[in-house]
């Protein structure tokens, strides 16, 4: 009963202190208002005086704070040194905590701002500091302490010598307290380093010596402390002959307090000594240190395994291998120290229960204490693990302390985790091209549970990838899928979802932030399809701004380093889709926020394209919000602008403001708006012929920005017309082969007889095969699919030019698909009579003599009256000069004075290639055949229509034109099969290979 009374009046002793941090309900009485009442026609000296004399306390706190700016003003300088200054050290003799600490603030700055001569200040301030260093209230003693030791580094050694040396003297002596000795202790140590080291010798030394053998342990550990700003006032001699005994015995001091602050004294000293009393006194001294901590397991152990690191780096050029090696195995048993005894202590809590309460508690908070100590060691030794990697050499990593940096990440507290994680990318710096030794243990701390420890991670995530992409592996994780970032940057993504689960926001934004450094490890394909996916998504459904506008950073960044415009533009468009056409308000203002982005990231021509207007819609939002932001971006947009280019949106611009001033509504807005236009009034707008010129260097950095993206659109349309050379390259050899594959099935089988090894029949220069043949030298084979173009009629013009035939050594005037339009040609029946002869325009090129080449230029088109017409008779001319033929007439065998042509089989026509005929000379065409026609129609008539139709063909698509000409063919046909070949050389010889299989069908 009565234990629920106490508990009872503690809770309302509770509910009563929080009444009185309460506020007051009501107002201040007519009296209080009475008091804190001043006259406003007093000056600033005199109301100082008043409040300092009469007022209340808080009212004299605020003067003091106020001293030093009293004392700045030149005019109430010598009236504040002679009227304030006074009252203010009267006052402060009986003032309270909060007056004293605000006094001793204000005395210090007015000698930081040098506003009192430093003579004025000793003689005033200084003496005040000194005597309030006594004061029994220990808040205020250690306030004025720090005042006095921060006074006496902007205090000359004269005056220190003066002032403050007999005082702190004074102060050291055994019939002072011990508040005052501490108090000398660190006086002592701080004037030290102001005087000659014979001063110290003889005024301070003796004092030294005397707290260090104080029988206060507290007083030997400050002044241990203090021993090393002793020994670099006195100088390495008088340290090895003065100092150094007093720090190893104080080393060996019974109390722990003590022994610390001897190791932390001998770790600052190390730079002063010599190699000498490293070897012969600090080193066996240290190692000495070490073994009683392990062995006792007290407070100094975690001290130790703090200082290892330090003390390993200051003495490494003084140990030999055998020290070396000693010193990195007891670092490993401070690595593992506690982990072996954990199912020990499991034990010893288990016969506890029969024991009573109070053994049972203490011994409880041992366990627990000497765990904690234990988890603190490691946590220490965990944190001095680069000073080891360092000490050791990253050669001798992996033998030496791989395995303890993996017990360390795999440590069952989470501190030493913790501890080993955010040294992780120290660790890499020092290993350089090994750093993938420890590959698996960065993946496990990126899967570690605990938030703590993948903040350490997270937090030097850049710098960890930025090691591993250049150590020897400079490569992304898409062109080496066994590298060492292909385990990390999956770990690392993965660690999202860990990391959303809590609430803790900004770990939150600092991965998101993060994320960015992947676009040096990933391809573009990579970010697009994995990074770029995560962002967009906490974008939408991170909680905390903060965090949508580091994702919103992240997700622009990466952007720019997409390579395809088709992915980038995707982006783009969603950015606009999910947010400026959001439904849901918090979207649309995310959106502005994503402008921002944009235009500190990108060039101003790209926002300008893609962000511009879109942004200015939001100025008709429904919700306040919205345009009230949209209003503090106004300013930024103008900025953006140059004159005339951008005139169009100036204009647009200029609408959205005028509209938000006349027609809105609501008093924040009206506010925001009218602010803005304050601002748009001073933004000049630049012109573009002035840009070059006044504002290059500042858009230096936006010309490179520019520079950037141009350059991604350039190297995207390369690698664009690469792939479709590839393709089409891939495609033409795949066609080639079909090609050659057919043509050598066709030659088996074909019925056009080839040239003859070893005969002159072929073209010149090269050996005509069928293919060749049938692709003559201005038809490439790359025309095989090209469809036939159809004849374009023009008004009064047709598509005729005059060209070089390839089959023959003349001038053909066979009109072709691809020449330029001519007038249109009279077409002349063929008459029976044997002696018809060919009429030839006199504007055709005439070949010159001697001249065989069939790749002869081609000439203008020639105005065709008539279609030639083909006569049997040899002697066509009749001994005048022969006009250019359209075919060349080889001379009968037989009698050729001017006889009637007979009837003749027509199997002396020899196929062009053909052996025993050259490709430029057909030879005499027989005009009948034996017992076929019965004489009813010349052959040189069939010849002139086939001449016709093989215009046609060569104009209009093959399928229109094959009805006729199949029927004509089929009377020719029985000419020979000569004949048939020429007209087949006629037609076809700029034909497909659809074509072909056409003819070869017919026949």
Known sequence: MGSLDATSTSLAEDLQDLQLDRPAKGLKSVEELEKLTVDEHLSDIERSVYLLSSGQEVQRISVIHNLPDLLRDTESHDECMRRVVPKVREVLHLAQTEMQVAASSAFLQILQKNLVPVQNYSQTFLQTILNSVDSKDPDVA???????????????????????????????????????????????????????????????????????????????????????????????????????????????????????????????????????????????????????????????????????????????????????????????????????????????????????????????????????????????????FPAMVLFCGAKQFKPELHLTFTHLCKDPHFLVRKTISSGFHEVCKLLGNNANLIQSDLVALLKDESIEVLRGVISTIPAILDCYMSSGSNHTVSESKSGPLSDIIPAFLASENAIFTSHNWRLQEELMRNLSCLSRCYSSESLYNKVIPILRQKLVKARALPVKVAAAHSLLKLTRKVKKREQREEIYHGLIHDFCHARKCYLRNVFIDICRIVIELYSKKFFKETFYEYLLELHTDSVPNIRLSLCSILPDLKRLLILPTDRGLLQQLDACVRKLLVSEKDRDVSDGIQSAVEELDKIHIPMQSMTRRNFFEQDLDDQKKEEEEKLLLDNEEKELKKEEEAAEKKKGDKRNLVSAKKGSENGSSSRIPGPRKGSRAGLSGSNSTTKKFLYPSHITPEDDNKPVAPLTKGAGTSNNKLVKSKSINCISQIPRRDSKEVSKTKIVPPGKAPGNKVQVNSNICKPSSGDSNINKKRVSSPKLSRLPLYNSNPNLHHGRPASPSLIPIKASTTSTTNKPSKTTRGSGIPAPGSAGTRRASVPTISTSRRGSLGGQLGTGSYYSLLLLLAWLARQLTFSALFPSFAVVFSFCISAGTHTAKFIKNLVFSDFSYEKLSIYQIMQ
């Not at 600090?282 to 975690?302: N, R, Y």
């Open 142 to 384: 250690s306030a004025w302490l720090d005042t006095l030791l921060d006074v006496i580094d902007l205090l000359p050694k004269e005056v220190i010598k003066k002032e403050i040396l007999g005082s702190a003297i004074a102060k050291g002596q055994l019939a002072q307290s011990v508040q005052s000795r501490l108090a000398c202790c660190r006086i002592l140590g701080k004037i030290s380093t102001k005087f000659e080291p014979f001063v110290i010798k003889k005024e301070i030394l003796p004092v030294v010596q005397s707290l260090c053998q104080d029988v206060d342990y507290e007083v030997r550990g400050c002044m241990c402390r203090q021993l090393d700003c002793v020994a670099r006032g006195m100088g390495l001699e008088a340290t090895k002959s003065a100092i150094l005994p007093e720090l190893v015995e104080l080393t060996n001091d019974e109390e722990c307090h003590v022994r610390i602050a001897g190791l932390e004294t001998v770790v600052n000293i190390l730079s002063l000594l010599d190699a000498e009393t490293c070897g012969t006194t600090i080193i066996p001294l240290v190692c000495k240190i070490c073994q009683q901590a392990v062995q006792a397991e007290d407070a100094t152990l975690p001290v130790v395994a703090t200082q290892l690191g330090k003390l390993c780096h200051g003495i490494s050029d003084n140990l030999t291998d055998e020290q070396r090696q000693w010193f990195i195995d007891f670092y490993k048993k401070l690595c593992h120290v506690g982990l072996e005894k954990n199912k020990a202590s499991s034990r010893v809590t288990t016969p506890l229960i029969d024991k009573d309460r109070g053994s049972k508690e203490s011994d409880l908070t041992d366990i627990f204490e000497l765990e904690d100590k234990l988890v603190e060691c490691r946590k220490n030794s965990a944190y001095n």
